[in-house]
Nanobody
Framework: QFVESGGGLVQPGGSLRLSCAGSRSDISNVVIWHRQAPGKKREIVAHIQTGGSTYYLDAVRGRFTISRDIAKNTVYLQMNNLKAEDTATYYC???????WGQGTQVTVSS
């Protein structure tokens, strides 16, 4: 299971870095960042493969960066130039998406 952290309140145009902590074996495999805003369907924001290749939702490509630090057993989601539409609860899971943590809330508002 993963533990998400790093969310908060930020103004439009600001940045946040989310962390997804887990076991070394879990972090070394596929890790997916999801988000869900109130009243909206959950969507995959980004994922990182075992070999390091990455995927981004079109709406965040160029603004978000997913990365992995094996030494710290953590996958990060660096979010820059945040927009109001990025407001959501962010979760991370493995490829099976069977176990979900509490998530971390990101609110982008002036």
């Amino acid at each position: 299971q993963f533990v998400e952290s790093g969310g908060g309140l930020v103004q439009p145009g600001g940045s946040l870095r989310l962390s997804c902590a887990g076991s070394r074996s879990d972090i070394s495999n596929v890790v997916i960042w999801h988000r869900q805003a109130p009243g909206k369907k959950r969507e995959i924001v980004a994922h990182i493969q075992t070999g390091g290749s990455t995927y981004y939702l079109d709406a965040v490509r160029g603004r978000f960066t997913i990365s992995r630090d094996i030494a710290k057993n953590t996958v990060y989601l660096q979010m820059n130039n945040l927009k109001a539409e990025d407001t959501a609860t962010y979760y991370c899971t493995d490829a099976h998406q069977r176990v979900w943590g509490q998530g971390t809330q990101v609110t982008v508002s002036s």
